[in-house]
């Protein structure tokens, strides 16, 4: 996509979340707004971005005022570092680097949890956050079949565990966060096993649109990797599912 259609479909956005009400992309607003593109920050990441913005400002208290692009940018730089710590890239205007393999991760949750940065929140808060999710899932009845059972397995192993987190210390806790990452992993395996191969192809070719300001900077096997990766990544996002994995 061109820097011009990237900028209208921003104004679009924007329009919409201001009920109608239009605010033109112009003059700094639209150097900004092509500098997201020239980064190589994806349409629907920056669009993440607004959205958070405008959820803020609408929590805070409702605003007669049109919202304009300028104020969203911090939300909008926020997101996109959650997602290239997520999918294992820098910015294409920086060189894109490959993000360190301890920061690189799955799909994050479309809530905006990156759990790559630190936690504002403590081990048993995130555990109660993420059952409480799978729990919603499965009650949902949206898993289904050897995929449900898998996520109940988990459900019934985080139970156990949960009562005891508060307590964990030194070694203990490193063990049982390692395992949480293990747990993620395997929940991301199973939703994979589960997903039509049509329906992954289908988000794998969205991945690589996605990284598309990245493909000429990345050697071969490391754009080979960050693709899987923003695959996973929409897959989480396709299917709701929390973040199993605890940030340091």
Not at 1 to 11: A, L, V
Not at 50 to 73: G, Q, Y
Not at 94 to 109: I, K, L, R, W
């Amino acid at each position: 996509m061109d820097s011009d259609s990237y900028c209208r479909e921003i104004e679009a956005h924007l329009c919409r979340k201001n009920a109608g009400h239009l605010v033109r992309v112009v003059g700094p607003a639209f150097q900004m707004v092509t500098g997201w593109a020239t980064q190589g920050i994806p349409l629907k990441v920056a669009l993440r971005g607004i959205d958070r913005c405008v959820e803020r400002r609408e929590a805070r208290a409702p605003s007669r005022r049109p919202l304009r692009v300028e104020f969203c940018e911090a939300d909008v730089l926020e997101v996109f570092d959650q997602w290239r710590r997520a999918v294992g890239v820098g910015t294409a205007g920086g060189g894109a680097f490959p993000v360190a393999a301890a920061d690189a991760g799955g799909a994050g949750e479309p809530a905006g949890e990156d759990r790559r940065t630190k936690p504002g929140h403590s081990l048993r808060a995130h555990l109660d956050r993420v059952v409480t999710r799978l729990t919603d899932r499965v009650a949902g009845g949206a898993l289904g079949g050897e995929f449900e059972r898998a996520v109940e397995s988990i459900l019934a192993e985080l139970g156990e565990e949960r009562s005891l987190s508060r307590s964990l210390r030194g070694e203990a806790r490193a063990a049982f966060v390692a395992r949480l990452q293990a747990i993620d992993d395997e929940l991301l395996a199973a939703a994979c096993q589960a997903t039509p191969a049509d329906v992954m192809n289908t988000l794998r070719v969205e991945a690589e649109q996605d990284l598309a300001g990245f493909r000429d900077r990345m050697p071969a096997q490391e754009y080979a990797r960050a693709v899987e990766a923003a695959t996973i990544k929409l897959l989480r996002d396709r299917l709701k599912l929390p973040d199993v994995a605890y940030g340091p």
